[in-house]
């Protein structure tokens, strides 16, 4: 996997914003109020389809120079730094819905008892790692 790409983003001026699209990867449409904001965006939905299209192990295209044509457009180019991304999205929470007895959810409740970091603490000992909640556990000492 690469840690860095560059990709050219065509900005469509409209009365309204602008309008964001990679032609190379043509599921990334995005948009923006005005140019900071669709840079801004432009650069988040690039990564995040790259990141998709790494995860589902599909092919991710070579960029290609891309000239406009319409007087309301114009090349911007996007970077994507990939290693950032890929550990912003190894670590986010994500939330999983857990059934108890209600006399033991009422306890915990009663004892402010934070159930989140419970069931971390609780996985990370059932898997053998250290604990150390909010912090990256890379793929590899996952073992399985």
Known sequence: MKEKYLYSAIFEYA??????????LPEALTCGDNTEEALRMAKECLELTIY????????IPTP?????????????????YMPTVRMEMENKAVKKMV????WLANQAQDRKINLSKTLQAALY???NLPFAPQKRKPKQ???K
């Open 15 to 24: 009365e309204d914003g602008i309008n964001v699209s990679f032609p190379d």
């Open 52 to 59: 998709g299209r790494e995860e589902d192990g599909e092919d």
């Open 64 to 80: 290609s120079r891309i000239k406009s044509t319409k007087e309301n457009e114009s090349v911007v180019l996007i970077e994507a």
């Open 99 to 102: 059934s108890l007895p209600h």
């Open 125 to 127: 000992q059932q898997m």
């Open 141 to 143: 000492l996952i073992k």
